[in-house]
């Protein structure tokens, strides 16, 4: 697992991050498509450009988290993607985010 800080181009593809603590990590272009992130403390992490879709974030604390996109010569490549994310009960206090594809209030 990452120290908190930057982790870039990381996959955590599927894995099983359940109650897993990332607190004010910043994960750039990192995948986490179909992770099982329920009850994870998220707070104010930073996702830019990542892939999160399918992502179960279940009852996960999001506050202050941050959901955007990464400046590339493409205008979809580096979009942050939660498409068919599952959110029930997630904590989502002071959420931000900017050019997110698939975000719940879309």
Known sequence: MPTPGF??????????L??????????????FRGADL?????????FSGCDL???????????????T?????????GRTDVSGAQWQD???KRVTTDRVIGWPAD
Do not use: P, W
């Open 7 to 16: 982790t870039e181009r990381e996959s955590f593809a599927r894995a099983d």
């Open 18 to 31: 359940r109650q897993v603590t990332f607190d004010g990590q910043s994960f750039k272009l990192c995948n």
């Open 38 to 46: 329920r009850g994870a403390s998220l707070r104010g992490c930073r």
């Open 53 to 67: 879709r399918g992502a179960d974030l279940r009852g996960a604390d999001l506050t202050d988290a941050v959901f």
């Open 69 to 77: 996109y990464v400046a590339t010569h493409t205008a979809d490549y």
């Open 90 to 92: 997630a904590c989502l």
